[in-house]
């Protein structure tokens, strides 16, 4: 099986291709680090598997599984990503795509996740295992993806908490708006609000990419669904004693937008 690894971090393209190497019926084929060459290198070598990152220069992953479905529509696609946004995750198999494995975990997931990939089967990481993603249709052919053809790693922990925080390592601001902007954009487009805390030179970057995804950002605004305030301004209102303080973040980051809403009940709800 021949394989394409697209990845703009050097160390992680070393390791996926390194693991794949070592498996004797694969054959890395190609090694990109750039969206738009990746949809080149799809179409001219007709990879069997493309292992694709999300936040790539030039073109986004999901962006980029799109015209590599269009170019070569028997490869498959196997997203490796620490983005772990439900939203996201949600579109880049929308696209097609077989699999999506976090990176933290692709130490003990990444072979799992191209076997199963390869043998037509759909992978997600067992810490997205809670969500479901045995849906929705794949919209290139119209098949849905039936339990029995979903692949997931038992967890070690439980899953089922729905209050978690994640953290992200940006190497540039680039990605860090990219990844940011797929999460804040989606999150807005379901109906949903994001409150965002950041310098001002990331709050004006963001408002542009927002307005280029097309978002009525101005109308979002006016009904109270984003919500952007200063990093160094919410810190020194929401820290007490050197930690943040939950009464005080949610005063600060809900309270003023939402008139409405009973501050003690703002408070106990974490």
């Known amino acids: 099986m021949r394989v394409l690894v697209v990845e703009d971090h050097e160390t992680w393209r070393h390791f996926f291709s390194t693991a794949v190497q070592k498996q ?46 269009e170019v070569s529509p028997a490869s498959n696609i196997l997203f490796i990503s620490e ?64 339990r029995d053809n979903v692949t ?34 989606a999150a807005l487009k379901a109906g949903n609000s994001a409150i965002v805390v950041a310098t001002e030179s990331h709050r004006k970057s963001l408002i542009l990419e927002l307005q280029a995804q097309r978002l009525d950002i101005g ?3 006016e009904h109270g669904r984003y919500i952007a305030l200063d990093a160094a301004e919410t810190l020194s209102a929401i820290m007490v004693n050197d930690l943040p303080d939950p009464n005080n973040f949610v005063r600060t980051t809900c309270g003023a937008a939402c008139p409405t809403c009973d501050t003690e009940y703002w408070g106990d709800a974490e």
């Not at 198999?93 to 990176?103: D, E, F, H, Q, V």
């Open 152 to 185: 997931t790693l038992i967890p070690t922990k439980n899953v089922g908490n729905n209050h978690h925080h994640e953290v992200g390592f940006y190497s540039d601001d680039r990605h860090l708006l990219d990844d940011v902007t797929r999460f804040i954009g």
């Open 24 to 69: 004797p019926e694969l054959q890395v084929i190609g090694e990109v680090s750039d969206g738009l060459e990746a949809v080149q290198k799809a179409q001219e070598l007709q990879p069997d598997l493309v292992l694709l990152d999300i936040g790539l220069p030039t073109l986004n992953g999901i962006e980029a599984a799109r015209r590599i479905r």
């Open 219 to 221: 109308a979002v605004i």
């Open 83 to 146: 983005n772990r946004s439900i939203d996201i995750v949600r579109e880049a198999l929308s696209t097609g795509a077989r699999g999506y494995i976090l990176k933290s975990d692709a130490a003990s997931e990444l072979m799992p996740a191209v076997k199963a990939v390869l043998e037509g089967k759909r992978f997600v990481s067992a810490r997205l295992a809670a969500y479901g993603l045995n849906g929705p249709p794949d919209p290139q052919t119209g098949a849905r993806f039936h």
